[in-house]
C-alpha cells in the first residue's frame, strides 16, 4: 500500500487548508484511514481517523475545527482544516490499516503564520 498526501503549505492564522491522501496498492482490505502530525520537538499524534465505512474519531485538540472524511472510490481520505493556528504547524501524516498492519504516506508540511 502507499499513501500519497498532498495540500500542505503555508496559510496565515485564521486560515482554512484542505489535506488529501490517496492510496494505491494493495487496498481493498483497507479500513481506517486517517490523520497525524507532528509538531516540531513533539511526539506524533492523532488528528483524526475515519473507518471504511464514514464512522469518524478525532483527537481533543482538533474536533470542531477539523473534519474528516473518505471518498471509498477515490480511495481517498480528506482532512478539511478550518481556523488555522499557529500551533497547528506540523507535519501531518497520512495513515492507513488492514488487519495486518499499518501504512504511513511521507507527510506534508503545515505551516500557519501568525
Known amino acids: 500500500v502507499q499513501l500519497q498526501a498532498s495540500g500542505g503549505g503555508l496559510v496565515q492564522a485564521g486560515g482554512s487548508l484542505r489535506l488529501s491522501c490517496a492510496a494505491s496498492?494493495?487496498?481493498?482490505?483497507?479500513?481506517?484511514m486517517g490523520w497525524y502530525r507532528q509538531a516540531p520537538g513533539e511526539q506524533r499524534e492523532l488528528v483524526a481517523i475515519i473507518s471504511k465505512g464514514g464512522i469518524a474519531r478525532y483527537g481533543d485538540s482538533w474536533k470542531g475545527r477539523f473534519t474528516i472524511s473518505r471518498d471509498n472510490a477515490k480511495n481517498t481520505v480528506y482532512l478539511q482544516m478550518n481556523s488555522l493556528k499557529p500551533e497547528d504547524t506540523a507535519v501531518y501524516y497520512c495513515t492507513a490499516g488492514d488487519i495486518q498492519r499499518d501504512y504511513w504516506g511521507q507527510g506534508t508540511l503545515v505551516t500557519v503564520s501568525s
Open positions: 496498492g494493495s487496498i481493498f482490505s483497507l479500513d481506517a
